[in-house]
């Protein structure tokens, strides 16, 4: 490779990690711990966090292969110091004092399989994790981004509840994956830059329970039909297994996941550090609708959930969908529950 083009490769990837997805400027020092850091998704997102100017101490955790994923991260020239951690004994001190945990642990979808294939695995990772994030950091921030997020993040909530630490401001299931394919569908569609573009999406992280809102999508165009935007919802919901299939038996959505996932860490810690106005959708405890947890816009600060906004006006076709969604994200959240209260 010649010179001048390392030099301008380096200069991108600077400039990927100072752009609107990541902050830069004078800011407190702030600790980010990955549990899962060796997986799929956990390699690529300590790729991406490493570069986040805002990120002081990067923890890297899994319970084996960390010591290289972090040593290869380590060497990237970028001021967030890294240490890798393997095996339960070392997860206390992979956890503590951090401000955000970022958990994408568990096992990744294959062809045939739903989100809720996953549960029965996942379930008993997450209330592991969730029971020594409550020992060794309660007031962290946490992104939830292993599967089943519907019945996960209800499990972590009960963990947390029975250890005294429960705080329903700092508990995030991370849907923003959805979020970034419909703004990506969308673009396309509508013909606009995707840059400028935004889409709510509310409801849940799961199949028909992933509701975007593009009749609030920004900027507005007058050139879909109904059938186009029936279209882009399904795919939206489908996202997760169009990837699967594409990839044939070997992976799930794993880098647009990393990079997803880093893009929310990265609206958390904004928020931690005082910045205005900083509004994501994310799935937590809510009273927007009967459900007790829920995905919608909410705005990020210094406590985490600073305010969950309502739904706003949705189109006829919006309203029916909600409405068909509500029985099956109400479902997976009681399994959730139910899970965390009988283990």
Do not use: W
Not at 17 to 35: M, N, Q, T, W
Not at 98 to 107: F, K, T
Not at 158 to 181: A, I, N, Q, S
Not at 273 to 298: H, W, Y
């Amino acid at each position: 490779m010649r010179p001048s083009m390392f030099r301008s490769m380096e200069s991108v990837l600077r400039r990927a990690a100072d752009a609107r997805y990541f902050s830069s400027g004078a800011a407190p020092e702030r600790k980010v711990a990955i549990l899962g850091a060796a997986g799929g998704i956990g390699q690529p997102l300590s790729l991406l966090m490493k570069l986040n100017p805002l990120v002081s101490q990067l923890s890297l955790y899994d319970i084996a292969g960390t010591p290289g994923v972090a040593a290869d991260v380590s060497h990237i020239n970028t001021a967030a110091q890294v240490a890798g951690f393997a095996g339960e004994d070392q997860l206390g001190e992979a956890l503590k004092d951090s401000d955000i945990v970022i958990i994408p642990a568990g096992v990744p979808r294959k062809p045939g399989m739903t989100r809720d294939d996953l549960f029965n695995i996942n379930a008993g990772i997450v209330k592991s994790l969730c029971s020594a994030i409550a020992k060794h950091c309660p007031h962290a921030l946490v992104n939830m981004i292993s599967n089943p997020v519907n019945s996960t993040v209800p499990i972590a909530a009960e963990v947390f509840k029975k250890m005294g630490t429960y705080d329903e401001k700092k508990l995030f299931g991370v849907t923003m994956l959805d979020v970034v394919r419909a703004k990506t569908f969308y673009a396309a569609k509508a013909g606009v830059p995707v840059a400028n573009v935004n889409v709510p999406v509310v409801g849940g992280h799961a199949g028909i329970t992933i509701l975007p809102l593009f009749s609030q999508a920004t900027p507005s165009v007058n050139s879909l039909s109904h059938e186009d935007i029936k279209a882009l919802t399904k795919r939206t919901q489908d996202g997760g297994t169009e990837v699967v299939e594409a990839k044939a038996g070997k992976g799930s959505a794993t880098l647009s996941m990393a990079y997803a996932g880093a893009v929310f860490a990265d609206a958390c810690l904004k928020g931690l550090n005082g910045v205005p106005d900083v509004v994501e959708c994310s799935f937590v405890q809510s009273n927007i609708t009967e459900l007790p947890f829920f995905a919608s816009k909410v705005r990020l600060g210094k406590n985490g959930v600073e305010e969950v906004y309502g739904l706003g006006p949705l189109s006829d076709f919006e309203k029916q969908g909600l409405e068909s969604l509500k029985e099956e994200l109400k479902a997976s959240i009681e399994k959730g529950i139910k899970f965390a209260k009988e283990n």
